[in-house]
């Protein structure tokens, strides 16, 4: 059906169509399931014209007529990967700006041309962007059929390339918002870019011969058990190994090379081999989740053992409709690349996979494409163009891998709005005090205290009655249903429920001043939050730990008893794609009789991307046994939960860090003062993460107090006191819904920016007093403009903000460069003497910028802390939110800004100069991005009153008018950071 001037007009019969449809270049898996459907757009006589990178077999060997006809394009890239189960991200990214983007003009020009050449009637897209552009340009409808689009797998990308690539997003989603209407498959992603959706059964590719047929041409008894191992390609430098698989069993190998050798118990595929009839002849397969092999295996009820890929957000999706049929068994992908297979193969044979939906997706979507070919009109006029664009893009920054197998309209939002429509107003302090008092006064007869105070934490009184409600589980009969989410069974065998069990809680916090001038050493000004993370241990003899399978199975294979093991469950995997439990023996931390060294640990938790997360938990072990000496003979067990949001800015991983250390110190009758527990906790997320952040958000989580601004100079951490917030100021803390992470690009160029600085700084320093110095001694001049102990002190720099702003303006603004190349600095000065950063020879890094902010920064805050103890009145006010104002416009300068936190600021501004306000006095007085910056959340000071609350409320609906995303307010703790408690 083409549009023409407004009108449609009918092209051709309802029994002859011309289907135009675009298969995008990631993997074989939208090939094979395009290959059903257009098989029965062909069966019911039409033409079908494949623009496709994928090899002709795919197609040709399931469809042989005359009506198919394959044009061989490359239109987008999907996620390049290193490896079978490793996505590239800034590489995708770059990929697909050359793919489609650069060339975009010329690629739109050549699609309305053969596609006008050829009359489609209809385009249809799985999941080609372009594709639907191409389309309204030449007038024609498309539609699209898939599980997920490109705006939301590439959001994730965009998070590690930092304010770079950002436009890829948009434009994907908008190329989407030409499209009429989405036939969703089932496994879904949120695809809010699509007006409407119309959900079909799963699309299935059929079997040609039964499991006898595919055994007897094989060679195989029927009663060999048999796996398939179905990779797409397998991990580079593997080497399978004939002890892999149990005794009696054999497996079927796709995807290997041909130079792969096999032991005698593999059978290496060939390329082009139906896996269908193969799968359908195995009892279990073991590979990587993609659409084709979830949606087979729970048509052919064959379990799947699986290994997370990193990076790849449709991923939890298909995962969570896996394991809700029962047919998954997760795998960790060094037991994988280790061979300790026999447990998960066990394990996966004994399940019963319960799919009962139907797999005739393919005949379905069929149908509703020729419908739609010929005039039906399935979507509605619900939303707009601009409308479907700006939902598409904020899911595309926002929502991050949410739970849920069957999404309209995703949690947090839901969550949002109801806290909205429930929270009229914010609850005062007596009243949220009274709250925490009659939590306190419970009797808690499910547990007992033997040390410590939970302090009137309903967060901590929560917690430990979800420990019992675990134990319940752990020894009820009727745990079926409770069982089925992965983490919440492993953490009920967790713990022997007989023994001491060490819980500890330490909170995020609100970067009210300081920012990302702490690693130069500035005073910064720091509030807890209520949002916090808790933490239980329990150490035991290795002879009476409880282990999960495969770590007993590791430990039979080393033949030499019970070890030590270290056991992790992490709830809120779901959340993100990575793995709910971690596991190791306490062992292999040892590099002979000495703790492996950090950079071997960093490289030994990022090789699995899905439980990269373990080096926040498990690497506060490995820095007590390096910094301190402590060696751990005991097996650990530890249940982490956290309520700190990530990627927000209010540091969820120092909250986890700190929170993990207080409980394993607690457990091993360690005294570690706050402090010196901080910059332990700051070591594991510099070394043992990998991640270069300063010490303030660690020194927080630890030694904050309640309505009191940590106050300290981080050379390195020096706490000088706490600030009483007056009575009369307010701040709070509201989420952008841009995801934030101090790992990421913007943030470490800019610490190198900032140390390359100093480093100029410092070299100019010592050349000037070296010139004042002649062979006859000192030379007044120079003495006069700047003294010897003045240039002494600069030439030997130790921290930044040692600097003052006049000195910095009088003598070395102007010997700063913009911008400089790393290989440029390297040449000139050798190195920036920063231990956590390395300069990248290739990369311009702002340099002026980066230095000037933490100079300024520091006198800010000195200036905010005195006004703080200041006479109360608007001018105290007015001072105070001028100087946010200027720490965000710095931050932006740094290039560490955001479209959303830029927004929010200036809707406190608005907010502050309206007529109301200023007529009523003002309540709101100044804004600032926080934390490591590119997003994450503002903090605004405001008066303590119900109208500043009302108009916090007032900004967030704002914030979701304009974005689409309600954003979520954080508020301060009211009492202290409780000590770590014994149950």
């Not at 297979?341 to 069929?366: D, F, M, Q």
Request: charged share 25%; glycine share 8%; proline share 4%.
């Amino acid at each position: 059906m083409r549009i023409e001037d407004g009108t449609e007009a009918e092209s051709a019969s309802r029994n002859h169509l011309v289907f135009a449809y675009y298969v995008t270049g990631h993997g074989f898996g939208h090939a094979t399931r395009v290959v059903e459907v257009v098989r029965n757009l062909i069966l019911a006589g039409h033409d079908v014209h494949v623009v496709t990178a994928a090899p002709d077999f795919v197609f040709t060997s399931e469809i042989q007529s005359p009506r198919l006809f394959i044009r061989k394009v490359l239109l987008d890239c999907g996620a390049v990967q290193a490896d079978a189960l490793t996505v590239d991200r800034l590489a995708s990214l770059y990929q697909y700006s050359e793919t489609a983007v650069v060339p975009r003009k010329s690629i739109l020009k050549t699609e309305v041309e053969w596609l006008n050449s050829i009359k489609a009637d209809l385009v249809v897209s799985d999941v080609v962007p372009v594709a639907c552009r191409a389309a309204a340009d030449a007038g024609i409808r498309s539609v699209c059929v898939t599980n997920f689009s490109w705006d939301f797998i590439y959001a994730e990308y965009v998070m590690a390339a930092g304010k770079h690539h950002r436009s890829i997003v948009w434009q994907i989603a908008e190329d989407y918002s030409h499209c009429e209407f989405l036939i969703r498959l089932p496994g879904y992603c949120p695809m809010p870019a699509f007006r409407d959706a119309i959900d079909v059964p799963l699309v299935v590719r059929r079997v040609h011969r039964s499991r006898k047929e595919v055994r007897k041409e094989l060679g195989i008894d029927d009663g060999v058990k048999l796996v398939i191992l179905n990779f797409g390609g397998q991990p580079a430098g593997w080497r399978l190994k004939e002890e892999y698989l149990p005794p009696g069993w054999l497996c079927l190998v796709c995807g290997a090379s041909e130079t792969q050798e096999v032991p005698p118990n593999f059978i290496k595929l060939p390329k082009d081999a139906y896996t269908p009839d193969l799968m359908a002849a195995s009892d279990c397969m073991l590979g990587k989740i993609g659409y084709g092999t979830v949606s087979e295996a729970l048509s052919f009820k064959l379990p799947f053992v699986f290994v997370r890929r990193d990076y790849f957000n449709e991923e939890p999706f298909l995962r969570n409709m896996l394991e809700y049929y029962q047919g998954g068994v997760e795998m960790i992908r060094r037991d994988l690349l280790t061979g300790h297979w026999k447990p998960y193969l066990e394990r996966a044979i004994t399940l019963k996979p319960c799919y009962e939906g139907g797999s005739n997706g393919g005949e379905v979507a069929a149908h509703i494409l020729q419908e739609t070919a010929v005039g039906k009109k399935y979507a509605s006029d619900k939303f707009s163009g601009a409308r479907r664009l700006r939902d598409a893009i904020i899911l595309g920054y926002q929502l991050q891998r949410v739970p849920g197998r069957d999404i309209s309209i995703p949690e947090w939002y839901a969550n949002a709005e109801n806290e909205l429509g429930l929270l009229p107003r914010s609850p005062t302090i007596d009243e949220e005090n009274a709250k925490y008092n009659s939590i306190n006064n419970l009797y808690t007869e499910d547990f007992e205290i033997l040390h410590g105070d939970i302090q009137g934490f309903p967060d901590t009184t929560s917690f430990l009655k979800s420990l019992i409600q675990l134990d319940d589980i752990y020894h009820s009969s009727k745990s079926a249903e409770k069982l089925q989410r992965r983490e919440r069974k492993a953490a009920a065998g967790l713990f022997n429920w007989e023994e001491d069990i060490f819980v500890a809680r330490a909170p995020g916090r609100l970067d009210v001043m300081g920012g990302i001038a702490d690693y130069s050493g500035s005073l910064v000004l720091q509030m807890p939050i209520k949002e916090a993370c808790h933490v239980a241990v329990q150490r035991n003899n290795p002879s009476k730990h409880r282990l999960w399978k495969h770590a007993q199975a590791r430990q039979q294979d080393k033949q030499q008893g019970p070890t030590a093991v270290l056991q992790i469950v992490s709830y809120g995997s779901e959340l993100s794609n990575r793995g709910p439990t971690f596991d190791m023996d306490l062992s292999d931390f040892m590099d002979g009789d000495k703790p492996m060294s950090y950079d071997k640990a960093k490289k030994f938790f990022a090789q699995d991307p899905s439980q990269k997360w373990a080096a926040y938990v498990a690497g506060t072990i490995l820095v007590l046994m390096t910094e301190l000496g402590v060696r751990f003979e005991d097996s650990i067990s530890m249940l982490v939960s956290s309520a700190v949001p990530e990627g927000k800015g209010v540091s969820s991983s120092a909250s986890v860090e700190v929170a993990s250390m207080s409980a394993i110190a607690a457990a091993h009758g360690l005294s570690i003062n706050p402090r010196d527990l901080a910059l332990l906790c700051q070591k594991v997320e510099n070394h043992v993460v990998g991640a270069p952040c300063g010490v303030m958000d660690q020194m927080t989580s630890a030694c904050g107090e309640a309505n009191k601004l940590l106050a300290m100079v981080c050379q390195p951490a020096e706490v000088i006191g706490h600030v009483e917030i007056p009575n009369h100021i307010r701040f709070w803390g509201i989420d952008s819904g841009i995801r934030h992470s101090v790992g990421g690009a913007d943030y470490g160029s800019v610490r190198i920016g900032a140390f390359m600085g100093r480093k100029i700084i410092k070299s100019t320093a010592s050349a000037i007093l070296s010139q004042s110095i002649n062979s006859n001694g000192i030379n007044s001049d120079v003495l006069e403009d700047d003294g010897t102990e003045l240039l002494e002190s600069e030439a030997s720099l130790d921290y930044l903000c040692n600097l003052c702003p006049h000195r910095y303006e009088a003598r070395y603004v102007k010997m700063l460069p913009e911008s400089l190349l790393g290989e440029e600095f390297l040449d000139k000065y050798s190195d920036h003497n920063d231990a956590v950063t390395v300069i990248d020879q290739k990369r311009m890094y702002d340099v002026k910028a980066s230095a000037r902010h933490p100079i300024y920064e520091n006198f800010r805050v000195k200036a905010f802390k005195a006004l703080l103890t200041s006479a109360t009145s608007d001018d105290q006010l007015t001072a105070l939110g001028e100087l946010l104002y200027q720490c965000h416009y710095s931050y932006s300068a740094c290039g560490l800004g955001s479209d959303g936190t830029d927004r929010l600021v200036q809707l406190v501004q608005q907010m502050q100069h309206s007529k109301s306000s200023k007529s009523n006095d003002g309540t709101l007085y100044g804004a600032k991005i926080t934390g490591g910056g590119s997003g994450g959340t503002v903090c605004v000071i405001g008066r303590n009153s119900l109208r500043s609350s009302e108009q916090i409320l007032e900004i967030q609906e704002r914030y979701k008018d304009a974005t689409g995303y309600l954003p979520y307010s954080f508020s301060r703790v009211h009492h202290q950071v409780p000590e770590s408690l014994v149950i």
